[in-house]
């Protein structure tokens, strides 16, 4: 029972499946196309658990190779292999062991990426291959922005960044727009094509509101919680960033052709940082895409003594540190026997709807699914700072589920700050007088509890 995200993405690529359209009889802010990525998954039946998290593995790792690949045009091949390595093992602390959508774009940013990189000296002089190159990378940054849209900061590193080598190579101004006009066309191609599939099922007003306004209703955080998120994530982060500011320090030399690629990995990297800084609340996941550029500034530390040392000691470190998150995950979120209690707290006592306020999204996709809200995401209806952000009244929907009686109801206990408590209190004004406790599972702070209706238990 990995992230509830991923638990979520599965769900709905199964309903996408059935009909049930992302924005429409599913909602969530993510794209399209990692709603289309988790289907293919499910198109695996039983085993879709299986497919995905191998999914997730061979994104991983190919992504890891063109890691190396990237690495070994500025450091030795060791310090190019210990940067891939760092790259597969720095997701485990960052809440990445499983299938997060950027486990799956980090590939495609790293394809366009690398492609740029290994040609930056062909492309400097020649404007046809600057051009066809330019479309192939930003084709992959679209392609990107449709599993999630924070892919946009770097796409758009790298059209400023041809468009900068047009101007050095005084390209014409006609020229210059043209190419502009090409490369920011393909890279919202993706994204347009699903628009324009939305305006013709009748549903370009969801979509829009889903992809592009909603993420600006969104609530802030409290200022506590705020400043808690931007500690965790920095200090996930702070390990990779030190090996790319002690570069300087250790007086790593280059050649004059590598220089050039450390410079444009330099400003990759700030792009990168760019991208996590604008988005709060600042999540611990929020930091997988930085680990890819990250990564590859490790490298050039091999060359130096003291920069061997740092690397192979953070690299053990985070080896050990990941390997006990997991170790903890597993204890603290659930394993199989859980979820399996899980299912059968839901399932005997009959047919009925359920209803899940916060708990595991994966029991939508894994029981017979009853429909009684287009939102099934459930922090959708707990957290706060999404009251005004999902197109829908969380105490209102919440009221309209509630009178349709469903037979259970998924919470967890105690509240949390974070919590929605005119909603929460409406819940268990309902809970207390028509339902009881079948099922409790205990964890660290709080506990996954199965509400049956009274009416249901009666002989």
């Avoid at 359209?21 to 794209?31: A, L, Y």
Wanted: hydrophobic share 45%; aromatic share 14%.
């Amino acid at each position: 029972m990995l992230e509830l995200d991923e638990e979520f993405y599965l769900f709905a690529g199964g309903r996408l499946l059935e009909g049930d359209w992302p924005f429409v009889g599913v909602w969530d802010r993510k794209p399209f196309g990692l709603f289309l990525l988790y289907a293919f998954f499910h198109l695996f039946g039983s085993y879709r658990i299986w497919a995905y998290q191998i999914g997730a593995l061979l994104s991983l790792w190919g992504t890891a190779v063109l890691v190396r690949r990237m690495a070994l045009t500025v450091a030795p091949a060791r310090g190019a292999f210990i940067a891939a390595a760092l790259y597969e093992i720095w997701p485990n602390l960052a809440a990445g062991e499983g299938g997060q959508s950027p486990i799956f774009y980090n590939f495609l940013t790293a394809s366009a990426i690398s492609l740029l990189l290994s040609n930056l000296s062909r492309i400097a002089n020649n404007a046809a291959l600057r051009r066809k190159i330019g479309c192939a990378a930003m084709l992959s940054f679209g392609l990107a922005m449709q599993i999630k849209y924070t892919a946009l900061f770097e796409g758009c590193f790298a059209g400023i960044y041809l468009l900068w080598l047009n101007w050095k190579s005084k390209s014409s101004l006609n020229a210059t727009l043209k190419d502009g006009v090409i490369w920011v066309t393909t890279a919202v191609l993706p994204t347009l094509i699903v628009f324009l599939l939305y305006c013709l099922i009748g549903h370009a007003h969801d979509w829009w509101y889903a992809n592009i306004s909603s993420i600006f209703q969104r609530g802030s955080l409290p200022l506590k919680e705020t400043l808690l998120l931007v500690l965790k994530i920095s200090l996930v982060i702070t390990p990779l960033l030190f090996c790319w500011l002690v570069r300087a320090p250790l007086k790593i030399t280059f050649t004059n052709e590598q220089k050039n690629r450390i410079r444009f990995l330099d400003a990759w990297t700030c792009a990168s940082l760019a991208g996590v800084a604008v988005f709060s609340p600042w999540y611990t996941h929020y930091a997988l895409p930085l680990f890819l550029p990250l990564a590859v500034q490790t490298a050039p530390l091999w060359g130096n003594q003291i920069g061997r040392g740092i690397t192979l000691l953070i690299t053990l470190i985070g080896t050990l540190q990941g390997q006990i998150i997991l170790w903890k995950h597993y204890n603290s979120r659930g394993n199989k026997a859980v979820f399996s209690q899980l299912e059968h707290a839901l399932s005997n006592t009959g047919k009925g709807c359920f209803f899940i306020y916060d708990g595991p999204a994966m029991l939508y996709d894994t029981l017979p699914y009853c429909k009684l809200s287009t939102h099934q995401f459930p922090s959708h209806f707990h957290l706060q700072s999404e009251e005004n952000a999902t197109g829908m009244n969380p105490l209102s929907e919440l009221k309209e589920i509630l009178a349709k009686k469903p037979e259970h109801i998924i919470t967890q206990e105690p509240s949390f700050s974070l919590e929605n408590m005119a909603v929460r209190e409406t819940l268990y004004d309902t809970l207390n007088r028509d339902y009881t406790p079948t099922y409790s599972w205990a964890r660290k702070h709080r506990a996954v509890v199965v509400y049956t209706r009274k009416a249901a238990l009666s002989p």
